[in-house]
């Protein structure tokens, strides 16, 4: 399954472009911070990322990526890079080509991840238009993640 509804929030930003919104940045960070708090903070964000995880690394369709790979330590950058893309105050700067180029990731992969991902933040009850916004920002990249 394609990460779906991800023209909902591109449709809702050009909404508020349609509404006469004049100044948009102040709109944009207004709602990510709206988000962040949406998903618990970054408490909550910590807890639908270790879901994912434990959704990930019981996916049969997956879990063989993650033989090698250091969970607490990607537990904490994917929280600190979530955290970051929902408005919170938190820093990642990784280059997600480098990490992933050597996996051989496919695109069959990376929809089974993005479904993961969404299991969990149901499992937590995010409101609809935060997984949208969260998804709409794992959506792009894609192409540096997806080599095979
Ligand atoms: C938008 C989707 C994704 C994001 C945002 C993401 C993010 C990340 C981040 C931040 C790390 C670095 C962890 C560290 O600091 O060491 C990482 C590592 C990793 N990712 Fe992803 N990832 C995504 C998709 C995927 C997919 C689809 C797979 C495989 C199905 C995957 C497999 C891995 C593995 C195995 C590692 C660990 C590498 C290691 O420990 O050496 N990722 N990912």
Do not use: W
């Amino acid at each position: 399954m394609k990460i779906r509804n991800i023209n909902l929030s591109l449709n809702a930003a050009i909404g508020m472009l349609c509404l006469g919104v004049t100044s948009l940045t102040p709109v944009l960070a207004r709602a990510d911070a709206t988000y962040y708090n949406e998903f618990g903070g970054r408490a909550g964000i910590h807890a639908v990322v270790t879901d994912m995880l434990t959704n990930v690394l019981a996916d049969d369709r997956i879990k063989s990526y993650f033989t090698n790979a250091n969970i607490p330590v990607l537990n904490a950058s994917l929280t600190n890079q979530v955290c970051m893309l929902e408005g919170g105050p938190c820093k990642f700067d990784e280059n997600m080509k480098k990490i992933h180029e050597s996996l051989g990731i496919t695109q069959a992969a990376f929809n089974a991840l993005a479904e993961d991902l969404q299991k969990s933040m149901n499992q937590h009850n995010i409101p609809l238009a935060a997984q949208n916004d969260l998804l709409s920002k794992l959506a792009p990249m894609e192409p540096a993640i997806v080599t095979k």
